[in-house]
């Protein structure tokens, strides 16, 4: 997305606000009732979260019963695995595996092998390089958090029985997300208190968030359905290839198999990552090393590194994640700003 001279292309990390969730937490700004008071203005409070439970239910193909708001994905993980023995590979986000046994293995195309899903966290899509998993039947708990929004997927088809979700990934605000729960399933509450989120989750509700995450849902599951990240796939693969034809050497990760449609990350061997994402901050584009998470911590990629490349190679990975506001034209003028500061480094380092 331009904003004056600056290109935004780091969607992954976070989605900027849509219109439509902004217009709907506007709105909501002017609702003063608490969503648990049984008056008049406390019932139009509550009325405005259970709109928004359907809207993130129905753009996710699950029951708006089993919709647990939280205040974003990391609390949705906790809320999903604490105190229960279980199973995942290193390549999952740290707000799964912080709670995981990381011991499951990990082809060199992403791949994950899932012995036993009863007892295993399995993402959906990983967030730096795009792959996308088959997720086996009866797993107990899928990271949905970057595919959700950008996939076609319902929940009730995965035949999974929890899944963690964000806002942010998807047009909303930061600051909310939720664990989606199979029909009949439910949980151990981590917060106590007032016992909303049917006891699940207690605290009064973030009713501007939720109001905006249940806008931003249904508004993604329109792009999805018009054909819009099919378009920033074409997008997303032009800028491959233009990167591929103009740097010898340049791997493009996950090529060949299944990613999300707006992810390309590619490792330049010797470039370190960071130094291109600086590289490119000054020539105005916003993109990544990795996970945003891990954004600041001199040290390669762990998901790289599990996937086998070598602490050096996975040092010197880009990420660049496209959305629904990047244009051909900010694929060219990034291409041509990357393959510049490719050419002065080689340069350099000749």
């Not at 990795?290 to 599990?306: D, I, M, N, P, Q």
Request: proline share 3%; charged share 20%.
């Amino acid at each position: 997305m331009a904003r004056a001279s600056r290109t935004y292309l780091d969607y992954n990390a976070t989605a900027p606000l849509s219109d439509a969730a902004r217009a709907a937490m506007i709105a909501a700004m002017d609702v003063v009732g608490n969503p648990s008071s049984v008056h008049g203005e406390g019932r139009i409070a509550k009325g405005l979260i259970e709109k928004a439970r359907a809207q993130v239910s129905d753009a996710f193909g699950a029951s708006s019963a089993d919709i647990v708001f939280t205040s974003g994905a990391t609390e949705a993980a906790a809320l999903a695995l604490a105190g229960r023995d279980m199973h995942c590979a290193d390549v999952e986000h740290e707000a799964v595996s912080s709670w995981c046994d990381t011991d499951l293995a990990v082809d060199a195309q992403g791949a994950v092998t899932c012995s036993d899903p009863a007892t295993t966290a399995l993402q959906l899509a990983n967030s730096e390089t795009g792959i996308v998993q088959t997720l086996p039947e009866r797993l107990a708990v899928v990271d949905a958090t970057q595919g959700f929004g950008k996939l076609p997927v319902a929940f009730n088809w995965m035949g999974c029985d929890m899944a963690l979700i964000s806002a942010h990934k998807i047009g909303g605000p930061k600051g909310v997300g939720a664990l989606v729960l199979k029909q009949g399933l439910d949980v151990n509450a981590q917060i106590l208190g007032g016992g909303q989120e049917m006891g699940r989750r207690s605290g009064t509700e973030n009713l501007l968030g939720i109001v905006g995450f249940g806008a931003a849902a249904e508004a993604s599951a329109k792009l999805i359905s018009d054909g819009i990240w099919d378009q920033i796939a074409e997008r997303r693969d032009l800028l491959q290839m233009r990167l591929e034809d103009g740097a010898a050497g340049i791997i493009s990760v996950g090529k060949g198999v299944k990613r999300l449609p707006n992810t390309l990350s590619v490792i330049t061997p010797q470039w370190k990552g960071e130094t291109q994402v600086m590289q490119m901050d000054l020539a105005g584009f916003a993109v990544s090393a990795g996970s945003a998470c891990s954004s600041g911590k001199v040290k390669s990629s762990r998901v790289l590194r599990a996937m086998g490349y070598s602490d050096l190679e996975a040092s010197c990975a880009m990420r660049v994640s496209l959305g629904p506001e990047t244009t051909t034209e900010d694929i060219e003028r990034f291409a041509k700003a990357w393959l510049s500061a490719y050419a002065r480094w080689k340069q350099r380092a000749a």
